[in-house]
Protein backbone atom coordinates (compact mmCIF):
# COMPACT_ATOMS: atom_id res chain seq x y z
CA UNK A 1 0.00 0.00 0.00
CA UNK A 2 1.50 3.00 -0.89
CA UNK A 3 0.80 6.97 0.95
CA UNK A 4 1.70 10.11 0.53
CA UNK A 5 2.92 12.07 3.51
CA UNK A 6 2.39 15.84 3.95
CA UNK A 7 2.20 18.19 6.75
CA UNK A 8 2.70 22.03 7.92
CA UNK A 9 1.18 23.37 4.82
CA UNK A 10 0.77 26.47 6.45
CA UNK A 11 -1.93 28.13 4.08
CA UNK A 12 -2.25 31.72 4.52
CA UNK A 13 1.18 32.23 5.97
CA UNK A 14 3.28 35.87 5.46
CA UNK A 15 6.78 35.31 5.94
CA UNK A 16 8.07 39.36 6.86
CA UNK A 17 5.02 40.43 5.54
CA UNK A 18 5.34 38.69 2.11
CA UNK A 19 2.28 36.68 1.38
CA UNK A 20 3.22 33.27 0.42
CA UNK A 21 -0.58 32.34 -0.89
CA UNK A 22 1.19 32.27 -4.87
CA UNK A 23 4.00 30.11 -3.93
CA UNK A 24 1.48 27.40 -2.00
CA UNK A 25 -0.74 27.01 -4.95
CA UNK A 26 2.44 26.49 -6.93
CA UNK A 27 3.87 23.82 -4.75
CA UNK A 28 0.46 21.94 -4.15
CA UNK A 29 0.43 22.11 -8.35
CA UNK A 30 3.94 20.25 -8.10
CA UNK A 31 2.33 17.83 -5.47
CA UNK A 32 -0.67 16.79 -7.08
CA UNK A 33 1.58 16.47 -10.61
CA UNK A 34 3.46 13.83 -7.95
CA UNK A 35 0.15 12.33 -7.21
CA UNK A 36 -0.42 11.97 -10.89
CA UNK A 37 2.58 10.18 -10.69
CA UNK A 38 2.87 8.31 -7.61
CA UNK A 39 -0.56 6.88 -7.72
CA UNK A 40 -0.86 6.58 -3.95
CA UNK A 41 -3.99 5.50 -2.23
CA UNK A 42 -4.14 8.21 0.07
CA UNK A 43 -2.31 11.01 1.12
CA UNK A 44 -1.62 11.79 4.91
CA UNK A 45 -1.64 15.43 6.38
CA UNK A 46 -0.40 15.99 9.90
CA UNK A 47 -1.71 19.25 10.72
CA UNK A 48 -0.90 22.75 10.52
CA UNK A 49 -2.76 22.84 7.35
CA UNK A 50 -4.01 26.51 8.13
CA UNK A 51 -1.43 28.75 9.52
CA UNK A 52 -3.93 30.78 11.43
CA UNK A 53 -7.00 29.26 13.99
CA UNK A 54 -9.27 31.88 11.50
CA UNK A 55 -7.67 31.40 7.66
CA UNK A 56 -7.90 34.16 5.35
CA UNK A 57 -10.66 33.22 2.35
CA UNK A 58 -7.48 32.84 -0.08
CA UNK A 59 -6.27 29.72 2.80
CA UNK A 60 -10.12 28.09 2.83
CA UNK A 61 -10.52 28.53 -1.01
CA UNK A 62 -7.13 27.10 -1.59
CA UNK A 63 -7.71 24.21 0.50
CA UNK A 64 -10.86 23.78 -1.07
CA UNK A 65 -9.07 23.13 -3.89
CA UNK A 66 -6.72 21.12 -3.61
CA UNK A 67 -8.94 18.69 -1.33
CA UNK A 68 -11.15 18.65 -4.53
CA UNK A 69 -8.26 17.88 -7.00
CA UNK A 70 -7.52 15.20 -4.74
CA UNK A 71 -10.73 13.55 -4.79
CA UNK A 72 -11.15 13.42 -8.88
CA UNK A 73 -7.99 11.07 -8.95
CA UNK A 74 -9.80 9.23 -6.11
CA UNK A 75 -7.38 9.33 -3.91
CA UNK A 76 -8.18 9.72 -0.54
CA UNK A 77 -7.33 12.08 2.04
CA UNK A 78 -6.78 11.51 5.70
CA UNK A 79 -6.44 15.20 7.65
CA UNK A 80 -6.06 16.08 11.06
CA UNK A 81 -5.95 19.47 12.79
CA UNK A 82 -2.51 21.05 14.17
CA UNK A 83 -1.76 23.45 16.97
CA UNK A 84 -2.32 26.48 14.29
CA UNK A 85 -5.76 25.33 13.58
CA UNK A 86 -9.05 25.70 14.90
CA UNK A 87 -10.05 21.84 15.20
CA UNK A 88 -14.14 22.85 15.01
CA UNK A 89 -13.85 24.64 11.84
CA UNK A 90 -11.42 22.09 10.07
CA UNK A 91 -13.86 19.40 11.26
CA UNK A 92 -16.97 21.40 9.58
CA UNK A 93 -18.71 18.92 7.34
CA UNK A 94 -16.32 16.06 7.90
CA UNK A 95 -19.14 13.50 8.12
CA UNK A 96 -20.43 14.73 4.59
CA UNK A 97 -16.77 14.53 3.45
CA UNK A 98 -16.32 11.41 4.42
CA UNK A 99 -18.66 10.08 1.43
CA UNK A 100 -16.50 11.24 -1.13
CA UNK A 101 -12.81 9.73 0.55
CA UNK A 102 -12.03 12.81 2.93
CA UNK A 103 -11.75 11.46 6.25
CA UNK A 104 -11.25 14.97 8.88
CA UNK A 105 -10.08 14.53 11.70
CA UNK A 106 -13.44 15.64 14.55
CA UNK A 107 -12.75 17.44 18.03
CA UNK A 108 -10.81 14.82 20.06
CA UNK A 109 -13.82 13.42 22.38
CA UNK A 110 -11.84 10.54 23.66
CA UNK A 111 -12.63 8.48 20.93
CA UNK A 112 -10.53 7.58 17.66
CA UNK A 113 -12.24 5.41 15.44
CA UNK A 114 -9.59 3.79 12.66
CA UNK A 115 -10.37 3.59 8.86
CA UNK A 116 -9.80 0.59 7.15
CA UNK A 117 -8.09 0.39 3.87
CA UNK A 118 -7.19 -3.47 2.58
CA UNK A 119 -4.88 -4.23 0.08
CA UNK A 120 -2.79 -7.76 -0.90
CA UNK A 121 -1.32 -8.00 2.60
CA UNK A 122 -4.75 -7.47 4.45
CA UNK A 123 -6.17 -4.70 6.71
CA UNK A 124 -4.39 -1.04 7.44
CA UNK A 125 -5.80 0.65 10.14
CA UNK A 126 -5.55 4.21 9.98
CA UNK A 127 -6.07 6.43 13.38
CA UNK A 128 -6.22 10.35 13.23
CA UNK A 129 -4.98 11.93 16.77
CA UNK A 130 -5.41 15.91 16.25
CA UNK A 131 -2.93 18.04 18.23
CA UNK A 132 -4.42 17.57 22.44
CA UNK A 133 -2.84 19.15 25.17
CA UNK A 134 -3.37 17.08 28.52
CA UNK A 135 -6.10 19.27 29.34
CA UNK A 136 -8.48 17.80 26.76
CA UNK A 137 -7.67 14.26 27.45
CA UNK A 138 -7.92 14.43 31.26
CA UNK A 139 -11.27 15.91 30.37
CA UNK A 140 -12.28 12.35 29.26
CA UNK A 141 -10.02 10.36 31.14
CA UNK A 142 -10.60 11.30 34.55
CA UNK A 143 -9.36 8.36 36.30
CA UNK A 144 -6.02 8.43 34.70
CA UNK A 145 -2.93 10.22 35.87
CA UNK A 146 -2.36 12.97 32.99
CA UNK A 147 0.06 15.60 33.64
CA UNK A 148 2.07 15.79 30.95
CA UNK A 149 2.14 15.67 27.10
CA UNK A 150 3.36 12.28 27.03
CA UNK A 151 0.87 11.12 29.35
CA UNK A 152 -2.03 12.99 27.29
CA UNK A 153 -0.96 11.14 24.56
CA UNK A 154 -0.43 7.83 25.92
CA UNK A 155 -3.36 7.40 27.06
CA UNK A 156 -5.13 8.64 24.11
CA UNK A 157 -3.21 6.11 22.36
CA UNK A 158 -3.86 3.57 24.54
CA UNK A 159 -7.50 3.69 24.57
CA UNK A 160 -7.43 3.07 20.68
CA UNK A 161 -8.95 -0.29 19.43
CA UNK A 162 -4.96 -1.56 18.17
CA UNK A 163 -5.52 -5.09 16.53
CA UNK A 164 -1.35 -5.53 16.75
CA UNK A 165 -2.03 -8.39 14.18
CA UNK A 166 -2.75 -5.52 11.82
CA UNK A 167 -0.73 -2.68 10.31
CA UNK A 168 -1.54 0.47 12.25
CA UNK A 169 -0.74 3.83 10.75
CA UNK A 170 -0.74 6.97 13.77
CA UNK A 171 -1.11 10.68 11.95
CA UNK A 172 -0.53 12.33 14.36
CA UNK A 173 1.03 16.28 15.23
CA UNK A 174 2.60 16.76 18.21
CA UNK A 175 6.50 17.40 18.97
CA UNK A 176 8.46 14.27 19.77
CA UNK A 177 11.85 14.14 22.14
CA UNK A 178 14.62 14.43 19.85
CA UNK A 179 13.64 16.42 16.78
CA UNK A 180 15.17 19.01 15.82
CA UNK A 181 13.15 22.42 15.72
CA UNK A 182 13.78 25.86 13.82
CA UNK A 183 12.97 29.52 14.37
CA UNK A 184 9.49 29.46 12.24
CA UNK A 185 7.63 26.94 14.57
CA UNK A 186 6.00 27.62 18.21
CA UNK A 187 8.73 27.10 20.91
CA UNK A 188 7.46 25.82 24.43
CA UNK A 189 9.49 27.14 27.25
CA UNK A 190 11.42 24.32 28.70
CA UNK A 191 10.28 21.72 26.68
CA UNK A 192 6.91 21.00 28.66
CA UNK A 193 5.03 20.12 25.12
CA UNK A 194 8.02 17.39 24.62
CA UNK A 195 6.30 13.48 23.81
CA UNK A 196 8.44 10.25 24.27
CA UNK A 197 8.46 8.26 21.34
CA UNK A 198 7.77 4.95 22.94
CA UNK A 199 4.09 6.23 23.33
CA UNK A 200 4.31 5.13 19.31
CA UNK A 201 5.75 1.81 19.89
CA UNK A 202 2.32 -0.15 18.74
CA UNK A 203 2.26 1.74 14.98
CA UNK A 204 3.98 0.40 11.92
CA UNK A 205 4.12 3.90 10.84
CA UNK A 206 3.65 7.26 12.75
CA UNK A 207 2.94 10.11 10.05
CA UNK A 208 3.68 13.20 12.17
CA UNK A 209 3.65 16.78 11.71
CA UNK A 210 4.74 20.06 14.20
CA UNK A 211 8.18 20.36 12.61
CA UNK A 212 9.41 21.84 9.63
CA UNK A 213 12.76 20.04 9.01
CA UNK A 214 12.41 16.27 7.46
CA UNK A 215 13.73 13.56 9.84
CA UNK A 216 12.77 10.26 11.10
CA UNK A 217 12.43 10.05 15.55
CA UNK A 218 14.29 6.87 17.00
CA UNK A 219 13.35 4.98 13.84
CA UNK A 220 12.49 5.64 10.37
CA UNK A 221 8.69 4.46 11.44
CA UNK A 222 8.35 7.63 13.29
CA UNK A 223 8.68 10.35 10.97
CA UNK A 224 8.09 14.18 10.10
CA UNK A 225 8.06 15.06 6.01
CA UNK A 226 8.40 18.77 6.97
CA UNK A 227 6.96 21.73 5.54
CA UNK A 228 5.89 21.82 1.36
CA UNK A 229 8.12 25.20 1.68
CA UNK A 230 11.21 27.18 3.47
CA UNK A 231 9.05 29.68 5.93
CA UNK A 232 11.81 31.25 7.72
CA UNK A 233 15.69 31.60 7.08
CA UNK A 234 16.39 29.22 9.94
CA UNK A 235 15.02 26.57 7.27
CA UNK A 236 17.70 28.05 4.33
CA UNK A 237 19.49 24.63 4.60
CA UNK A 238 16.58 22.13 4.78
CA UNK A 239 15.78 20.27 1.35
CA UNK A 240 12.05 20.06 1.24
CA UNK A 241 10.12 17.06 -0.17
CA UNK A 242 7.07 14.78 0.91
CA UNK A 243 7.51 11.78 1.79
CA UNK A 244 6.73 8.49 0.05
CA UNK A 245 5.22 5.38 2.50
CA UNK A 246 4.89 2.02 1.24
CA UNK A 247 3.62 -1.12 3.61
CA UNK A 248 3.99 -4.44 2.52
CA UNK A 249 3.41 -7.44 5.03
CA UNK A 250 3.19 -6.82 8.57
CA UNK A 251 7.01 -5.10 9.66
CA UNK A 252 8.04 -4.33 6.25
CA UNK A 253 8.05 -0.62 5.74
CA UNK A 254 9.90 1.39 3.10
CA UNK A 255 10.10 5.39 2.91
CA UNK A 256 11.18 7.73 0.21
CA UNK A 257 11.14 11.23 -0.21
CA UNK A 258 10.35 13.18 -3.41
CA UNK A 259 12.41 16.63 -3.48
CA UNK A 260 10.05 19.50 -3.83
CA UNK A 261 11.16 23.07 -5.91
CA UNK A 262 9.74 26.35 -4.98
CA UNK A 263 9.05 29.50 -6.64
CA UNK A 264 11.08 31.09 -4.83
CA UNK A 265 13.88 29.78 -2.71
CA UNK A 266 15.58 31.34 0.64
CA UNK A 267 18.54 32.55 0.39
CA UNK A 268 20.84 34.53 2.85
CA UNK A 269 23.18 36.51 1.53
CA UNK A 270 26.10 38.75 3.33
CA UNK A 271 28.55 41.54 2.35
CA UNK A 272 29.11 45.67 2.17
CA UNK A 273 26.56 47.30 0.11
CA UNK A 274 29.24 48.02 -2.63
CA UNK A 275 29.44 44.15 -3.21
CA UNK A 276 26.10 43.23 -3.34
CA UNK A 277 25.24 46.04 -6.02
CA UNK A 278 27.94 44.73 -7.84
CA UNK A 279 26.75 43.39 -11.01
CA UNK A 280 29.55 40.62 -11.05
CA UNK A 281 28.50 39.85 -7.91
CA UNK A 282 24.79 39.35 -8.77
CA UNK A 283 24.73 38.84 -12.18
CA UNK A 284 23.25 35.56 -13.60
CA UNK A 285 22.41 34.23 -9.75
CA UNK A 286 18.66 34.33 -8.78
CA UNK A 287 17.83 37.53 -7.58
CA UNK A 288 14.25 36.77 -7.19
CA UNK A 289 14.65 34.25 -4.51
CA UNK A 290 13.50 35.56 -1.00
CA UNK A 291 16.50 37.21 1.01
CA UNK A 292 18.22 37.79 4.36
CA UNK A 293 20.96 40.25 3.57
CA UNK A 294 23.35 41.07 6.24
CA UNK A 295 25.37 44.11 5.16
CA UNK A 296 28.76 44.78 6.93
CA UNK A 297 29.14 48.58 6.21
CA UNK A 298 30.42 50.22 9.97
CA UNK A 299 27.97 52.92 8.57
CA UNK A 300 24.39 52.28 7.74
CA UNK A 301 23.49 52.82 4.67
CA UNK A 302 20.64 55.13 3.64
CA UNK A 303 17.16 53.59 2.34
CA UNK A 304 19.30 50.09 1.79
CA UNK A 305 16.16 48.45 1.72
CA UNK A 306 14.78 50.75 -1.13
CA UNK A 307 17.82 50.11 -2.82
CA UNK A 308 18.56 47.12 -2.66
CA UNK A 309 15.07 46.10 -3.75
CA UNK A 310 16.12 47.35 -6.77
CA UNK A 311 18.10 44.72 -7.34
CA UNK A 312 16.66 42.16 -5.31
CA UNK A 313 12.98 42.65 -5.82
CA UNK A 314 12.53 39.95 -2.94
CA UNK A 315 14.68 40.96 -0.19
CA UNK A 316 12.21 40.17 2.82
CA UNK A 317 14.54 41.05 5.73
CA UNK A 318 17.91 43.17 5.88
CA UNK A 319 20.00 43.83 9.10
CA UNK A 320 23.79 44.90 10.04
CA UNK A 321 26.98 42.69 11.52
CA UNK A 322 29.46 45.28 12.37
CA UNK A 323 31.04 47.04 15.22
CA UNK A 324 28.19 48.61 16.73
CA UNK A 325 25.72 45.57 16.65
CA UNK A 326 28.35 43.61 17.97
CA UNK A 327 28.62 45.39 20.76
CA UNK A 328 24.96 45.91 21.66
CA UNK A 329 23.60 43.64 24.23
CA UNK A 330 22.10 40.07 22.02
CA UNK A 331 18.77 38.60 23.43
CA UNK A 332 18.93 34.96 23.78
CA UNK A 333 18.05 32.66 20.68
CA UNK A 334 14.90 30.14 20.43
CA UNK A 335 16.85 27.65 20.96
CA UNK A 336 18.76 29.00 24.07
CA UNK A 337 15.24 30.35 25.29
CA UNK A 338 14.00 26.55 25.15
CA UNK A 339 16.59 24.62 27.12
CA UNK A 340 15.71 27.28 29.67
CA UNK A 341 13.34 26.79 32.72
CA UNK A 342 10.54 29.62 32.95
CA UNK A 343 11.75 30.05 36.40
CA UNK A 344 15.36 30.43 35.21
CA UNK A 345 13.87 33.14 32.35
CA UNK A 346 11.87 34.81 35.64
CA UNK A 347 15.41 34.95 37.45
CA UNK A 348 17.45 36.22 34.42
CA UNK A 349 14.57 39.24 33.78
CA UNK A 350 13.86 39.77 37.21
CA UNK A 351 18.00 40.55 37.37
CA UNK A 352 18.00 42.47 34.44
CA UNK A 353 15.48 44.80 35.83
CA UNK A 354 16.59 44.90 39.33
CA UNK A 355 20.14 44.63 39.12
CA UNK A 356 20.50 41.93 41.66
CA UNK A 357 19.49 38.44 41.85
CA UNK A 358 16.17 37.45 43.61
CA UNK A 359 16.03 36.06 47.00
CA UNK A 360 14.61 32.70 48.26
CA UNK A 361 11.12 34.07 48.88
CA UNK A 362 10.80 35.56 45.95
CA UNK A 363 11.95 32.36 44.31
CA UNK A 364 9.88 29.94 46.25
CA UNK A 365 6.64 32.51 45.34
CA UNK A 366 7.18 32.76 41.47
CA UNK A 367 7.48 28.89 41.29
CA UNK A 368 4.44 28.65 43.22
CA UNK A 369 2.69 30.83 40.57
CA UNK A 370 4.17 28.96 37.77
CA UNK A 371 2.83 25.56 39.30
CA UNK A 372 -0.49 27.11 39.21
CA UNK A 373 -0.77 28.23 36.07
CA UNK A 374 0.79 25.57 34.45
CA UNK A 375 -2.34 23.46 35.95
CA UNK A 376 -4.51 25.31 34.89
CA UNK A 377 -3.20 25.39 31.24
CA UNK A 378 -2.71 21.59 30.84
Known sequence: MKL???????????????????DQKYILDQILNMVD???PIGVLIAGDVYDRAVPSAEAVELLDSFLYRLCTRNTKVFLISGNHDSAERLAFASRLLTDSGVYLSPVYDGKIEAVTLCDEFGDVNIYMLPFVKPAQVRRYFEEETIESYTDAVRVAVGHMQLD????????THQFVTGAVRCESEEISVGGTDNVDASVFEAFDYVALGHIHGPQNIAHGKIRYCGTPLKYSFSECAHEKSVTIVELFEKGNLQLRTLPLVPRHDMRQLRGTYEELTAKENYAGTAIDDYLHITLTDEEDVPEAVGRLRVIYPNLMRLSYDNARTRSSCEIDSAREIEQKSPLQLFEELYEQQNRRPMEDVQRQYVQQ????????DI
Do not use: P, T, Y
Request: charged share 35%.
Open 164 to 171: KEKRNILV
Open 37 to 39: VER
Open 369 to 376: LIEAIWKE
Open 4 to 22: MHLSDLHLGKRVNDFSMIE
